[in-house]
């Protein structure tokens, strides 16, 4: 009898390899900065053992619409972002984080910060919608240190890259954006925060923030094996782009039609370092439970421990 069920669950193992294999897997990444460690996947210099389309989302609306939808099988997300739609009840987990450091506060070079409540009556664009991460980092420290969102400080949402072009004509005076945006903005202006930085002061902890997570959505959660294969690559790829960082700037200069040169140069303001969600757990909650007690319009509710995926 326990033969018949381990022949079965072969059966399964090798069925779900064959149709991974044929048909493939979708991922959905975002169209911004974290095109740079998939850079490997993309050129394909990283070889896979299944057949992956890759497509990118530009709102979060298009991001949670694919989901929904069940048109993908893993995606790259802010991990903010992700905690809200498990606990909606939207299927996904967190199989990992790779994005530690990106986001900066840049102002007009006029402008004079001594502080926070240098913030009070301006307006603050940042990228792509309410809920992502700067979005709702920033929201916490301005409670944090006295100030209302949405009353003595305004946000605005816009495309980085429309931000960018509205800085530089200077028809925005601050923005809280990702790298390599920032570095787009530096002849126009300057770098005011580290949000990072922030954060940590304002916590007390030491590892920034846990940004943009890899998520595995819909069916294959019940496919440890494939979600291993698809992890494998991915960190193989983010490998790849730090050992060939000319070529991988490359391959996502071409994706976003920005500089080779900004985007070596934004690295520099930028962590990416993949640990899995086994080990970056207590971390991850932590970041969440803490949004959740100072801000809990940005995070409703704590996602359970089912949230993380543990690849075995």
Partial sequence: MRGIKLLRKVVVFVSVLITVAIFGVTFINPFGPTIFPVAGLISKEVKTDMALEMKFWKTMDEATAYIVAKKVNFAALPVTFGANLYTKGIDVRLV????????????????????????????IYTAHGRGQTADVVLRFLLVRNGLEPDKDVTFAYAQPQEIVSLFNSGKIKIAAIPEPFVTMTLAKGKIIMDLQDEWNKATGFKFGIPITGLFVTGKLIDYPQTVKLFEKSFKESLAWSYKNVDKAVEITSRQLGIPANVLKTSLDRSQYNYISAAQCKDEVLAYLKKLNELYPDGMPKVPDEKFFYVVK
């Fill in 96 to 123: 990992g984080v790779y994005s530690w450091r990106l986001f900066y506060v840049v102002a007009a070079p006029d402008f004079e910060f001594k502080g926070f409540q240098s913030f009070k009556g301006e307006k």
